[in-house]
């Protein structure tokens, strides 16, 4: 079968860092995506690791292991402007599958 | 570049009408897609294309129709609404399978409501 999680919900302090991890199972994996939705707007691409290692873009770094089906994603000196919802959609064959995705809630 | 272009941004339907959300891009990319997103939730993929003339259906098409007469444009049709098809959908597109980045370009949203 394939399933795709992450925690509904994180709550992170301002300047902190903060870790949204994502698990997958699926066949015909291509890659791991992570994307940013505010309310009232449309998904935003971060980051895409096809490869194992971290891949590092300003204050955010994504991570993927394609033997454990892990990845996660990596926020460094928060800010309010995070607060969103995250995503980490599969590649999977043709389809891009979203899961229902990480509230981050940003504290001052 | 306009990028992805939804239309209409907002709509109210009645129970049993149709209606068709327009989504066209001008990147000249193969891959499009349909998605709907409920409030609170995630994205679930309706239908998507790999190119002109090739649809195929994503997690929950049922309710909708699509065509891919062009590259570049890939409408969603609802025929006899229901009150189940409220909500957000979004079209978006990638340049390959795999893609370069794996980026996907979304179109602003169409918010819909059936009443």
């Known amino acids: 079968g394939q399933s795709l999680e992450q925690p509904s919900e994180v709550t992170a302090v301002e300047g902190a860092i903060v870790q949204i991890n994502c698990t997958y199972q699926?066949?015909?994996?291509?890659?791991l995506s992570w994307y940013q939705q505010h309310d009232g707007g449309a998904p935003t691409f971060l980051s895409y690791n096809a490869l194992d290692g971290l891949e590092e873009t300003g204050r955010f770094s994504s991570f993927l292991s394609r033997s454990d089906s892990y990845g996660y994603l990596l926020l460094q000196e928060l800010q309010m402007k995070d607060s969103a919802s995250y995503f980490c959609p599969m590649n999977r064959d043709d389809k891009i599958i979203f899961g229902k995705g990480t509230r981050l809630h940003i504290l001052p | 570049n306009a990028g992805v272009t939804q239309t209409p941004k907002f709509r109210i339907l009645k129970i049993g009408q149709s209606m068709t959300l327009q989504c066209t891009q001008d990147m000249n990319h193969n891959y499009m897609y349909w998605y709907r997103q409920d409030p609170g939730m995630g994205l679930k993929l309706i239908y998507y294309s790999v190119g002109a003339g090739i649809t195929d259906k994503g997690e929950v098409p049922n309710g909708y129709n699509v065509s891919r007469s062009t590259t570049e444009d890939f409408p969603l049709r609802l025929e006899l609404a229901a009150p189940s098809q409220t909500s957000v959908y979004f079209c978006?597109?990638?340049?390959?399978?795999?893609?370069?980045?794996?980026?996907?370009?979304f179109g602003e949203g169409s918010r819909l409501t059936v009443l």
């Open positions: 699926t066949s015909g994996f291509y890659g």
């Open positions: 978006a597109s990638t340049e390959s399978r795999q893609g370069n980045t794996g980026e996907l370009f």
